[in-house]
């Protein structure tokens, strides 16, 4: 990782594995109780927010609207998932609208920043919130590559409750190719603007949500992502972790690194439409009506673990 950070050693690299491992860790026991993710996500908030402003809790994430805003998405995310999870609510039709338009918004709210970024740091600058950031082509490209990760987000009227203990929300129609698209685009996002604590508020947390996905629970890779991203926001408005020795691991803040991420991320996703494109044209259907996917293998396997 020498060409996008700087600083990364044994005990650097030990950290993040652990850091990825307690992620994990934790999105697994909530995942698999309702008490704990009441707990985790309803009553640890409150705990929190009144440590950040009376007690000694606090990082230079939470003096910034983005990070509150952040928490606060990611968290409504989580409360809707639930409600579709372990209420009569999973049983309406319209409740698989709110999955598709959550993650939406907290897409759009990325690309704004991408933009606002790109028209307002033209050179190495830290911004309000201590982050270092620099504003060039590679913001358009994945503001570009952000949008077109909304555009392919088909068949959300398919999602569906899974039937086992754990009532996970799943989205069959939602396959490796949009999770890597995604990954690849949120990553590059965070690399170009929150690039201080881009090695954890990207790297780690989106590959503990892609070790989720397809190690513990298959399908329900936006329940892990909202869960692990609440978790981590909550984390990272408390704690100003990087205050450790072994998590200054920083970026190069090279634009060659900029800009290879997001040249990545934008091309990846632009195969990610031009396939759904194809598929719309072939198999006669609508993203938004119906599921798309249904003939691949990665839909068929979702169905398979989950009993559907």
């Not at 606090?58 to 805003?69: E, K, L």
């Not at 909550?234 to 998590?247: E, G, K, P, R, W």
Request: net charge positive; glycine share 8%; proline share 2%.
């Amino acid at each position: 990782m020498g060409f996008l950070y700087e600083g990364l050693n044994a005990s650097s690299f030990f950290a993040l594995i652990a850091f990825i491992a307690a992620f994990l860790f934790l999105n697994e026991i909530t995942r698999r109780s309702k008490i704990v993710s009441i707990i985790m996500f309803c009553v640890l908030p409150l705990v929190l927010v009144v440590g950040i402003f009376f007690g000694p809790l606090g990082s230079p994430t939470g003096r910034t609207w983005f990070g509150w805003v952040k928490v606060v998405s990611a968290l409504i995310g989580v409360y809707g998932f639930m409600l579709i999870r372990f209420t009569k609510l999973g049983e309406k039709k319209f409740a698989a609208y709110f999955p598709a338009a959550i993650l939406s918004i907290n897409i759009a709210e990325a690309v704004y920043r991408e933009l606002q970024v790109f028209a307002t740091y033209k050179t190495l600058t830290v911004d309000a919130g201590g982050i270092t950031v620099m504003g060039g082509t590679w913001n358009i490209l994945n503001a570009i590559a952000g949008i077109l990760t909304i555009l392919t987000l088909t068949g959300f009227v398919g999602i569906r409750v899974s039937k086992d203990k754990s009532r996970d929300m799943i989205w069959p129609d939602m396959t490796w190719m949009y999770v890597i698209g995604y990954t690849l685009w949120n990553y590059a996002y965070v690399y170009n603007c929150i690039s201080t604590r881009s090695l954890y508020a990207g790297f780690g947390i989106l590959i503990a949500a892609v070790i989720a996905e397809y190690a513990f629970k298959r399908g329900a890779w936006l329940q892990h992502r909202a869960q692990i991203l609440s978790l981590y926001a909550m984390f990272s408005l408390s704690v100003d972790f990087q205050t450790a020795s072994y998590f200054k691991v920083l970026p190069t803040y090279t634009e060659g690194g900029l800009m290879t991420l997001s040249a990545v991320s934008f091309v990846f996703n632009v195969g990610v439409f031009a396939y759904m494109l194809y598929t719309m044209y072939k198999k006669k259907v609508n993203p938004v009506t119906q599921e798309i996917y249904v003939h691949t293998t990665s839909y068929k396997k979702t169905l398979t673990a989950n009993s559907l």
